[in-house]
């Protein structure tokens, strides 16, 4: 169904050449790239408006060249993928030249990040901060998902005759009224508001959903707060939105999607922490289907067991009921041969067989439920329950699509796989050559996109990089870091036993101790397989206590969130962390003074998707170890050493324990993205 308050899609079809850009404006408007650069340069100028607000500030003379870069490129309206180490200043750095352009152009700027954690930054201080300084009075508007808002429309039905046939549990009552009086408090309708920390099985009921929204034709179009914000996204010269909710709105519009899109049409892309780009474009690319997702999706519908759901009303025959639950039913036989491939063979991931056999009843079952489900919605006077049902047969035309393409495996150079995750089931098709579909959708279009991070090249060079993420049609600048080389220390060891041995994990536990007693406290300890982690943890945890360093460890009662301000505020305390904390997490000041990593990071291709690529490399007559191995562990190590020095005033060590950075060849591929003096410990 075509929603029609969403945003039109752009004709994605045309063939650009980067000579054709018209990047989002008038082409008599295009901004001059001299007056860019100019712009820029007299902004960041020792005296200028930016040292003039920021006295304590130092010059970085890496920040302007960044900035010219990004002014080049916007003029030209070609693509620039930029490195820029921590200190360089990158935000300020991306945003004056786009600052300059909005003033020009006629589709908004976009930019996306990785973190939270960013756009808020962004929005909250940044923008603010420089559109006062620069004079540019620049409207910005952070673009969030839509299930961030409460749908009037869908809680006016919860609140209703019909609020106990809804809800799923009795107990859910309690959450109707405090999402109620919140908004006789005048409450705005977006999920952060205290009041709206209801249980997720309510707030799913009220959400703004993709295609169950009544547009112009609802009774509460006016004070919808979900269209409010989109008014504001299309009035904004510049959105701040995440990846997740980026790429989801790529894949639409790509992918011809008739609902529309998620974000305003925009004239130019910047895309911080874009170190992610191909996991992310991989993660909403592909095909996705999950038990609990289906079996949610019917349950909303009729669940037999609480005999709750939409189709509990007068009216509606019991025979639909029975259908839907017929169909859960075949759902779960549907997902059975791929849960008992992951038990038999004690894995979280597999490939899956193209031979595997499952039930193709489920199907049948769910094209009949459509059928029917079609007839009762198009009979529903009732317009605000007539959505209600509408966007049930979408999810289950979706459903049903998915597990088609996914059975039948229709998207080529995709790697097909089940995975499970606290016992959780659900089946994926990801794409594998990731470059080829970025190179045409995103790097070809009629706007410009600029990537920066700081960790995109393996020894100085992009060349892995782009490879991987298509980036193609613009300029490339690696900026070096502002930091003194004499900031840290990196020191490893020359005789410790091999990583793959069983001797490791005991040799960890030994040197530990003596390790983080040098900066007392105040380590990361970043760690590249979870049992040894605990393995450590569990042999350590005395000890650290009797030092007084409180130990925190990843999976434990806190959230990384949580573990994070721990950490910071006990200035001792030591921290133990694998993968998620290798990348994005910035704890500048004397509570990190030492990063400690205990093997070198080589993703394990246990993992069907990383098994695929590194088949995908061999099949093309290349090295996986040299072509993809080798560099993503070079990127993460760089990310994961990178934690350490977050400020000119940060001090600190670097430990390596793994004996293979002296002991190989390839050792040097790590050794030479490391700034610092090398100290081997004997
Ligand atoms: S306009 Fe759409 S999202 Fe807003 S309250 Fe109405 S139905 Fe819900």
Redesign the pocket.
Known sequence: MMDE?DFPVDDFAADFDVADFEVGYDVDQRPDVAALEEGCRTFFAPGGPLQSAMPEGEERPQQLEMALAISRALAKGANCCIEAPTGVGKSFAYLVPLFERSRLAGRCALITTETIHLQEQLIEKDIPFLSEVMGIPIKAALAKG?RN?L????FALLSGEQRDALLPLPSLVGDVARIASALENGASGERDNPDFRVDPATWDLVC?EVG????GK????RE?A??RARRKWEEADIVVANHALFFTDLAMRCGGETAGTLLPNYGAVLIDEAHTLENNAAEHLGIHVSKSGVLHALNKLYNPESARGLLVRPGVSTALRAAVASCRDEAYGWFAPYENLLQQCHESALAVPRNLEDSGNFQSQLSVLIEDLATVAEREEDPSYR?ELESALNRCRETIDAVDAFRTRRLPDTVYYAESDRAQISLHGTPLNIADALGEILFNQDFPVILCSATLTVRKHFDYYFSRSGFTNGESLRLDSPFATDQARFRTVRRFPDPSTPEFTEALIEILPKLIADTDGKSFVLFTSYQQMRRCADALSDEFFNRHWQLLVQGGELTRYQMLREFKRDVNSVLFGTDSFWTGVDVPGEALSQVIVTKLPFAVPSHPLIAARIDRIRQQGKSPFGEYNLPEAVLKFRQGVGRLIRRRTDRGIITCLDPRLLSKSYGRAFLDSIAYPLEIME
């Open positions: 308050t839509r808002y749908c009037r429309r869908r703004c169950n929204c009544l547009g609802c009774e509460f179009f919808c979900y269209m959505s």
